[in-house]
């Protein structure tokens, strides 16, 4: 399969003779109600979303087994014990395992093989394949991180699957097809002489794609609307012999996007539901939430949708139980129910560690390799409401690279700003040997390094919208550190910028909080015409937050992985020192009186 190229072979046989070459899934009828009513039957739907490239249960940043405050557990390990369990309770009865997407992307063992050893060139079998084969799911969609490595790499992994990925609505911008596999059809089997049922899968991904991952998918892919996408393939899977249809999407149920209007709505599930005639059940992602059972109305049917997120990282189990009769020669749902398993229940699954366990011993390996030496501890932990250190560590490093990169040419003599994001509150740079490790905790994407213009008057609007992030404070009422924050902003979309020095005025409306902005170290006050150049993750170059100014023609775009760089400069110098990258310039007031 080619992206490129519209459908493989394949693909096509996916699709058109799905339900002549899926397998057979054999169940036994339940019992009947009693002798005037048909037989009941019963299927369960098992689903994941967001494993984000966790398959032990293992935090590669702190190199050990993973913990948080709940005791949750991670990885597709635990949740193969978990599907196993569920397979041998229900002693062979009907059982369909889908995902609903981004699952290459977000652990040091996903990174090392899409960038140390990339699958593309070296002939691994990607982990993510290793242990969802072994799992041995139905289908998976495509999440939006699936893009984050590019085209030919998403290619190779799909190719190394047992099982469809589906993308209803990512399409091939120079054919106009579906690029890959919109929809299968299963056909399971109920029990002896029982009729065969047709269930109907579709897979619709994320439109943010076309924003976030824009340097891989533009000119190749376009992302359609996933309520109209739906629209149009439930009829087509139904006239096509669908039973019953699921769709497994990656997108939320809030309606809302953290993009602007220009592209389709980031988390439209609960729409899908209550637009879409035909739909009994939706499984989704994206939004990292625990939603363990919804019912949504459908406004044209009066149907209710069942729908149904398990949170993330193989932390949770979707368990979805359908009851169904055969009435005139069809089939019909007479209830249905969706319940939620913990992963931290089960022993991880043995043959799963088993396929994957050579690789990551050569991550943790590569983690644990010191790139330098470090003065004393420097912590992110109050990195949101305080300048610190280790987040002017990366301000330093990109400002760098910048500079460097400029030199000689037109804009060598302009003054190179640079944003960072505490995407970590527990990222720690240790005092003594730093390790891969920490530098992959502090940065936990996969973000390259690029540069725009902007002018002062843009640079203000820009850090008025990120002064959003914190909640309206008067003066003298308490301040919590754990609660200063809006909870709907994630710690991602709050940027801090070096370069200039500013105050954050908490104890004023949202708009009207940069009380003062300057250029260093005392000088004049910014003028809405002076002109910077400013170093910037592509995720919020290319729109990601939406974020005012900053989506425009990049000046700079080697396409060096930020990370990476971090880590390069600690190897180059040997040593991590305060004093050479630390310069406060930003901090939050009322009234003019520090906060902290």
Known sequence: MTPLTGPSRRQVLAVAAAAAAAPIVGAAPAQAHGPSRPKTYDLTVLGTSDTHG??????????????????????????????????????????LVLDAGDTIQGTSLATYYAKQEPITSTGETHPMARAMNILDYDAVTLGNHE????????????RQLGFPALAANAVNERTGKPAFTPYVIKKVSLGHGAPTLRVGILGLTNPGTAIWDRGHVEGKLRFEDMVSTAAKWVPVMRERGADLVLISAHGGDSGTSSYGPELPNENPCALIAEQVPGIDAILFGH??????????????????????????WGQRLTRMDFTLERDRNRWRITGKRATM???????????????????????????????????????????????????????????????????????ADLPVLSIAAPF?????????????????????????????????????????????????????????????????????????ISGVDYDIDISRPVGQRITSLTHPGGGAAV????????????????????????VKPQIYNEQQEIRQLLIDWAQDRGSIDPADFFQPNWRLVREGVPVF
């Open 147 to 158: 893009f984050n490595y590019g085209l030919p790499l998403l290619d190779k992994w799909i």
């Open 424 to 496: 970590s509150r527990t990222a720690v740079f240790p005092a003594g040997d730093v390790r891969i490790k920490d530098v992959a905790g502090l940065y936990i994407y996969d973000n390259t390094l690029e540069a725009v213009l902007v002018s002062g008057a843009e640079l203000r609007a820009y850090l008025e919208y990120s002064a959003k992030y914190f909640r309206t404070l008067g003066p003298g009422a308490p301040v919590d550190p754990a609660q200063i924050n809006d909870p709907s902003v994630p710690d991602y979309n709050y940027d801090t």
């Open 527 to 550: 003028a809405d015409t002076d002109q910077f150049m400013i170093a910037v993750n592509n995720y919020r170059r290319s729109g990601g937050g939406n974020f005012p100014g900053i």
């Open 341 to 411: 398993l913990n992963s931290n229940t089960v022993p991880e699954d043995p043959k799963v560690l088993a396929a994957v366990r050579r690789q990551h011993a050569k991550t943790v390996a590569y983690v644990n390799q010191v790139v330098a030496t470090s003065a004393v501890e420097l912590s992110a932990a109050e990195s949101r409401y305080k300048d610190t250190p280790i987040l002017d560590y990366i301000n330093r490093v990109q400002t760098d690279v910048v500079t460097a990169a400029l030199a000689g040419g037109q804009y």
């Open 54 to 95: 966790n398959v032990y249960n293992w935090d590669y940043y702190r190199d050990a087994e993973y913990d948080d405050s709940a005791h949750n557990d991670v990885g597709v390990a635990k949740l193969a014990s978990l599907v196993k369990q569920i397979r041998a309770e229900r002693r062979g009865r009907a059982t």
């Open 287 to 312: 939004a990292h939430a625990e939603v363990v059972e919804r019912f949504v109305t459908n406004t044209r049917t009066g149907e209710r949708v069942l729908m149904s997120e398990p949170s993330r």
